[in-house]
């Protein structure tokens, strides 16, 4: 026991210790050794945001741009009147005619010979048929027969029915390769390239003696679209004897169009009693 007494304890230079300092120095080191490969991608990274950020602000830039311009021309059209503006242009073209007619007119020289040099003989034959068009146009709208008037209508269902090109090539060539098929047409190549079909023995082209057309089956869009034309014609037919059965049953026609015809039997709910003995003394004076 004394022995151990008697032994002194170690002193704390005899121990192997660090100091803080020179720990948190290790670790930093050891840190910056470990994160500096990582270095140059997170500086490419910032790099990267930094250059779609400026990209993003010049776009908003250009977008803000446009968009006031886009403000500015639709508050102009919208302060612009569009018919003071046809107005306007109308009355300038009638000016220039004007001034030009009378420039020609004291040159000596013809007007419409001056006109004519600024179209082509094609523009001018087409605009004198475009005008002849239009003055027998006019001139028929009246009635003159039931045979015009059935020939009105029929040249009207005619502009009104659109032919279906497609279809007529398609089944055109449908026949083409049948009768090829079973031999009553040759298909000869000229020296072009051309294809051309020949008729040998005469069957294939329709003549008057052809019954092949019986046995074609229309479509059923054609058949619906055929029914509604009869539907509305028929319509129409009642529609025109109704007028006629009432404008027979009112006795002398005296209005114009249908409001010309209210107009006039609301004035003779007022007038009618004042108007009569007129009226009536002026067809006696007609008869006599």
């Given at each position: 026991?004394?022995?151990q007494?008697?032994?002194?304890?170690?002193?704390?230079s005899?121990i192997?210790?660090?100091?803080?300092?020179?720990?948190a120095?290790?670790?930093?080191?050891?840190?910056?050794?470990?994160?500096?490969?990582?270095a140059p991608?997170?500086?490419?990274?910032?790099e990267?945001?930094k250059?779609?950020?400026?990209?993003?602000?010049?776009?908003?830039?250009?977008?803000?741009?446009?968009n006031?311009?886009?403000?500015?021309?639709?508050?102009?059209?919208?302060?612009?009147d569009?018919?003071?503006?046809?107005?306007?242009?109308?009355?300038h073209?009638?000016?220039s005619?004007?001034?030009?007619?009378?420039d020609?007119?004291?040159?000596?020289?013809?007007?419409?010979?001056k006109?004519?040099?600024?179209?082509?003989?094609?523009?001018?034959?087409?605009?004198?048929?475009?005008?002849?068009k239009?003055a027998?146009h006019?001139?028929?709208?009246?009635?003159?027969?039931?045979t015009q008037?059935?020939r009105?209508?029929?040249?009207?269902?005619?502009?009104?029915?659109?032919?279906?090109?497609?279809?007529y090539e398609?089944?055109?060539?449908?026949?083409?390769?049948?009768?090829a098929a079973?031999?009553n047409?040759?298909?000869?190549?000229?020296?072009?390239g051309?294809?051309?079909?020949?008729?040998?023995?005469?069957?294939?082209?329709?003549?008057?003696e052809?019954?092949?057309?019986?046995?074609?089956?229309?479509e059923?869009?054609?058949?619906?679209?055929?029914?509604?034309?009869?539907?509305?014609?028929e319509?129409?037919?009642?529609?025109?004897?109704?007028?006629?059965?009432?404008?027979e049953?009112?006795?002398?026609?005296?209005?114009?169009n249908e409001?010309?015809?209210?107009?006039?039997k609301?004035?003779?709910?007022?007038?009618?009693?004042?108007?009569?003995?007129i009226?009536d003394?002026?067809?006696?004076?007609?008869?006599?």
């Amino acid at each position: 026991m004394a022995a151990q007494s008697s032994e002194e304890p170690a002193q704390p230079s005899d121990i192997q210790t660090e100091s803080p300092a020179v720990s948190a120095a290790a670790a930093a080191e050891d840190s910056s050794k470990e994160a500096s490969p990582e270095a140059p991608q997170q500086s490419n990274t910032i790099e990267d945001r930094k250059a779609r950020f400026k990209a993003l602000q010049a776009k908003a830039k250009l977008s803000a741009q446009t968009n006031l311009k886009e403000a500015a021309a639709e508050s102009q059209r919208l302060a612009t009147d569009p018919a003071l503006l046809s107005t306007l242009a109308r009355k300038h073209a009638f000016a220039s005619h004007a001034l030009l007619k009378a420039d020609v007119d004291a040159s000596g020289a013809s007007f419409e010979r001056k006109r004519a040099w600024d179209w082509t003989i094609d523009e001018s034959l087409a605009w004198d048929a475009r005008l002849d068009k239009k003055a027998r146009h006019r001139a028929d709208v009246a009635f003159q027969d039931y045979t015009q008037d059935a020939r009105k209508v029929y040249k009207r269902q005619l502009r009104a029915q659109a032919p279906d090109v497609a279809a007529y090539e398609a089944q055109k060539a449908a026949a083409v390769q049948r009768a090829a098929a079973s031999g009553n047409l040759e298909i000869v190549e000229t020296e072009d390239g051309e294809l051309v079909a020949v008729d040998r023995n005469g069957t294939f082209y329709s003549s008057a003696e052809s019954t092949e057309f019986v046995g074609n089956r229309p479509e059923k869009e054609a058949v619906e679209r055929l029914v509604r034309d009869l539907q509305k014609a028929e319509e129409t037919r009642l529609k025109k004897r109704k007028e006629r059965s009432r404008n027979e049953d009112e006795g002398d026609v005296t209005y114009i169009n249908e409001k010309n015809r209210l107009l006039n039997k609301r004035l003779e709910r007022f007038y009618n009693k004042y108007t009569t003995e007129i009226r009536d003394s002026f067809e006696r004076g007609t008869m006599i």
